[in-house]
């Protein structure tokens, strides 16, 4: 497993993930409207944010974050590459990045469900 900062030109392999994702879960539960506000936004936000990515031969999982404030905006990982720390893995390195940026946390706003991860 590689975790890496995603170069410009392969920030759109992180958004096909997110949607890929976003779909294959039922929109995580939002309505049309909600389904179709968080797509817009990843569109119009993507290139203002920070990416990590996993690589197992190909992206499995990717975070993306708020270079300035540390906030963590999406953590997506494959459905069939869940269970093997990938997650974990990203927040673990994004946390070192902040702490050698002088941070002291990292936020993000989260589903109930996920609050456990």
Do not use: C, P
């Not at 290139?47 to 996993?54: C, H, Q, T, V």
């Not at 893995?89 to 109930?112: C, H, I, P």
Request: avoid cysteine; glycine fraction near 6%; charge should be negative.
């Amino acid at each position: 497993m590689i975790i890496r900062q995603l170069q410009q030109d392969e920030i759109q392999q992180g958004t096909a993930l997110i949607k890929e994702v976003f779909e294959a879960e039922d929109h995580l539960g939002y309505d049309e409207e909600g389904a179709s506000a968080f797509l817009s936004l990843l569109e119009r936000k993507a290139e203002d944010l920070s990416w990590l990515g996993a690589f197992e031969e190909e992206l499995q999982g990717v975070l993306a974050w708020n270079a300035e404030t540390m906030h963590m905006v999406y953590l997506f990982v494959r459905e069939e590459k869940r269970r093997r720390r990938i997650g974990t893995f990203l927040v673990e390195e994004l946390s070192k990045r902040a702490f050698d940026e002088g941070f002291d946390r990292l936020t993000v706003n989260a589903r109930t469900d996920v609050l456990e991860f």
